[in-house]
């Protein structure tokens, strides 16, 4: 079609936004996600079209399987203005998570290449660790979106929580460094939604045993 680079670069950027928009019945996710992520920016000449793309690709997503959204959650509502603090908090606690999981990812892919075994043996290594870590916590398999939704519902403990997040790091590691095909896109929603829930869950443990005169939690007011 002798499209310029940018213009490639614009309909690949729509196509993804539509893709995710599509899939998760999120055009504002899937657009957001697409111009902050892919391209880098949020322009009038590029948010234009990916808006445009993620509302047809959502329209077309719910003729053909109806209006329900993947990830189903309580209503929750704004209580205090103390909460931005610890909303601050969140985003540095979880940067730092994302921090980590990128730097042992890459070192892990480089340990896997340094292993003198032969390469068909890699994979194979890679699904033996990831089995035996499955025996732990059977969660950690497949993409979690059940258990995504029971971490927004409030379904696990705190343990629980602490523990989802380091394994599935470990298991996404395992699986993609040892060889296997697969992305980090929703390994990492599985991670972000156990680290939010592990921070809240944190604050009202920590709200009860202070009795503060005021809670994060909407349900209890």
């Known amino acids: 079609m002798r499209l310029s680079r940018n213009k490639i670069k614009t309909v690949l950027v729509c196509g993804a936004s539509g893709g995710l928009a599509a899939t998760f019945n999120a055009p504002m996710g899937g657009a957001m996600f697409a111009s902050e992520i892919i391209v880098g920016e949020f322009t009038l000449k590029t948010f234009s079209p990916i808006i445009v793309y993620s509302v047809i690709a959502t329209v077309i997503s719910r003729a053909y399987f109806g209006n329900n ?25 979880t940067a730092l998570i994302g921090v980590y999981f990128i730097k042992i990812f890459y070192n892990s892919d480089e340990y896997f290449e340094r292993l003198k075994i032969p ?21 950690i398999l497949g993409v979690g979106y059940t258990t995504i939704v029971d971490i927004l519902n409030g379904n696990l403990t705190l343990i629980t929580l602490l523990l989802m ?57």
Do not use: D, Q
């Open 165 to 221: 997040i380091v394994f599935k790091i470990v298991a996404t590691l395992f699986s993609l460094a040892s060889g296997g095909s697969g992305g980090v896109f929703v390994p990492s929603l599985f991670i972000g939604a156990a680290t939010g829930g592990f921070f809240g869950n944190l604050l009202y443990y920590i709200s009860n045993c202070c009795r503060w005169k005021w809670c994060l939690c909407s349900s209890c007011n």
């Open 119 to 139: 390469n068909y043996l890699k994979p194979a290594l890679g699904g033996l660790l990831l089995g035996i870590l499955a025996l732990f916590s059977r969660r």
């Open 69 to 93: 959204v993947t990830f189903e959650a309580y209503l929750y509502h704004f209580i205090n203005p103390i909460e931005l603090i610890f909303y601050a908090i969140l985003g540095f606690f």
